[in-house]
C-alpha cells in the first residue's frame, strides 16, 4: 500500500522531529516545514494527501493555512495542532473547514495516525471531482517564492502578475496593494508606464473591483463592455496577515476550472511572496539585533511586535507582553563596572531566549528592561512562561574578580485581549506599569495586570 503523503508544519524543532520520526515508523511519507510560507511554497493539490498544521507558525499561521488550502484545494483534509491554551481557535478551525485538532504536547500518536488515516479515506470520496493542478505548475509557484528570497519586490511583482496573464493570455493586468482607505497600483503587464497607468481607466476600474474582492473574498469574473468590450474581468484577492489588496486580469475569455484554480494559487503565492519580500527589505533597513544582548533591537521589536498585535486583533487571537527588568542594574554597573553589566544583561537576555519558544518575540526595550511578546498565549500559560523566567534568571550566579554575583529581576505581565487596549503600546504601557509595581514590592517579583 502507497504511504500517505503528509506536509507538516510546526514551529518548535524538538517536537518537529520527533513527530516526524513517529509518524514515518506508523507509515507516512511526511514532509515537514518550519513555517507557513515554507508549507505553502511546497503545498499543491494532488501533491500530498493530508496537511498538519499547527497553530502558531510564523509567517502565514495556521488559520491562515487552513483557509487558504480551503480556497485553493478544498478536498485536500487538514488537521490542527495547538496548545492548551489555544482550545477556541481550535474550535474556529473546526468551523472553518479542519478535519480534527489535536492538543500539544502529544504523548501517545496513535489517534493522530488514525485520524490522518480517516482523513486521506473521507477525502478519496470526493477527491475525482477536485479540479487538478499541473505538477510544472506548482514548482514555478515553488520557485517564485524560493526567487522572491534574492529578486527586489519589483521584481517579485512583475513575475507573479507576468505569469498570471500568461496562464489566461490577458493582454492587461495589473496588482494593488492597499494604501490607507485606498489602493496603490504597484505592477502593471501591457502598459507601458507605471505612472501613466495609475491615470488609465483600467486603473480606475481596478480601485473599485479591489475594494468588492476584499470586502466579498470571492473572485470577481464578469463580462465588460464600453471601453473594454470584448474583455472579461477576472479580479482575485492578495491578501495575508499584512498585504491587501487584487490581482487584476483583463483576458479575452474566461479561464476555465484549471485555471482558475492556477490563478486562486498564483493570488495566494503572490501576496506571500510581496510579505516575504517586505520583511526582507525591512530587516535589511533596520539591522536586526542589538549588539550587546544579542536580541532584537527596540525598533525592530516594536515593529514586529506591532505587526503581531494587529494580527492579533484581527483574527482574535490572545497575546501576552512580559518587560523584564533586571534588578539594582545601574547599582552593578556602579561596584563591578559596564562590561560585568554587559555580561549580566547578556546572560539575562540567553536565559530569556532559550526559555520562550522560537515562535515569540524578544528584543532590547530600555537599558535594563527586555520585552517579550509571547503569541497566542494568555492566562495560565502566560503565568506559566514568566514563572519560569523568573525561575532562570533566579538562577544565574556570575563571577567577577570581587566574588559572585546573584542575578534577579522583577516582571510586569499583561495579555490582550483586554478593555481600553488597542494597540501594542498601550499593551507595553500597561505591562511595564505592572513591571514598576513588582519592582515596588522587591527583587525577584511577578506582577500580573
Known amino acids: ?136 505548475f506548482a514548482q514555478t509557484l515553488a520557485g517564485l517564492i524560493q526567487t522572491a528570497h534574492t529578486s527586489t519586490l519589483n521584481e517579485s511583482l ?18 494593488t496593494v492597499s494604501e490607507g482607505d485606498a489602493f496603490k ?108 544582548t544579542g536580541v532584537l533591537k527596540p525598533e525592530v521589536f516594536l515593529e514586529l511586535a506591532d505587526r503581531e498585535f494587529r494580527r492579533s486583533w484581527r483574527y482574535q487571537q490572545p497575546i501576552t507582553v512580559i518587560i523584564v527588568d533586571i534588578d539594582d542594574l545601574s547599582l552593578i554597573n556602579q561596584q563591578y563596572g559596564y562590561s560585568f553589566g554587559n555580561r549580566v544583561l547578556q546572560m539575562t537576555a540567553q536565559t530569556c531566549t532559550n526559555t520562550i519558544r522560537s515562535i515569540d518575540l524578544i528584543g532590547r526595550y530600555s537599558g535594563d528592561a527586555l520585552a517579550i511578546l509571547l503569541l497566542m498565549t494568555e492566562g495560565r500559560g502566560a503565568q506559566t512562561v514568566a514563572e519560569r523566567l523568573r525561575m532562570g534568571i533566579n538562577a544565574l550566579r556570575l563571577t567577577n574578580e570581587v566574588g559572585t554575583v546573584q542575578i534577579t529581576a522583577s516582571l510586569g505581565v499583561c495579555s490582550y485581549p483586554r478593555s481600553g487596549c488597542t494597540s501594542i503600546f498601550d499593551l507595553l504601557t500597561l505591562a511595564q506599569e505592572a513591571q514598576y509595581a513588582a519592582h515596588v514590592r522587591g527583587a525577584n517579583q511577578i506582577v500580573y495586570c
Open 1 to 136: 500500500m502507497t504511504a500517505i503523503r503528509l506536509l507538516f508544519a510546526d514551529a518548535d524543532p524538538a517536537f518537529r522531529v520527533y513527530a516526524r520520526y513517529t509518524l514515518e515508523r506508523l507509515g507516512f511519507d511526511v514532509t515537514a516545514t518550519s513555517d507557513g510560507a515554507e508549507l505553502m511554497a511546497r503545498f499543491a493539490p494532488n501533491s500530498y494527501d493530508v496537511v498538519l498544521v499547527s497553530l502558531a507558525i510564523p509567517f502565514l499561521d495556521g488559520l491562515q493555512v487552513l483557509r487558504a488550502i480551503k480556497q485553493s484545494s478544498p478536498t485536500t483534509p487538514v488537521i490542527v495542532l495547538c496548545d492548551e491554551e489555544c482550545s477556541s481557535l481550535a474550535e474556529q478551525s473546526k468551523q472553518e473547514g479542519a478535519f480534527a485538532y489535536f492538543t500539544k504536547p502529544l504523548h501517545d500518536f496513535i489517534p493522530l495516525s488514525n485520524a490522518l488515516r480517516e482523513a486521506y479515506a473521507h477525502s478519496q470520496t470526493v477527491r475525482a471531482t477536485a479540479t487538478t493542478v499541473s505538477i510544472p
Open 158 to 175: 512583475l513575475m507573479c502578475l507576468t505569469l498570471a496573464a500568461q496562464l489566461v493570455h490577458a493582454p492587461y493586468g495589473l496588482m
Open 185 to 292: 497600483v504597484v505592477s502593471t503587464v501591457g502598459m507601458t508606464h507605471l505612472e501613466a497607468a495609475r491615470h488609465d481607466w483600467l486603473v480606475r476600474l481596478g480601485h473599485e473591483v479591489s475594494a468588492r474582492v476584499l470586502a466579498t473574498q470571492t473572485t470577481q469574473i464578469e463580462q465588460l463592455s464600453d471601453e473594454l468590450a470584448g474583455h472579461y474581468l477576472v479580479a482575485l484577492a492578495l491578501q495575508t496577515s499584512e498585504i491587501y489588496g487584487a490581482l487584476i486580469l483583463y483576458p479575452h475569455s474566461p479561464p476555465d476550472s484549471t485555471q482558475l484554480a492556477q490563478l486562486q494559487l498564483l493570488a495566494m503565492h503572490g501576496a506571500l511572496i510581496i510579505e516575504l519580500a517586505r520583511l526582507r527589505e525591512e530587516n535589511l533597513r533596520l539591522g536586526s539585533t542589538d549588539p550587546v
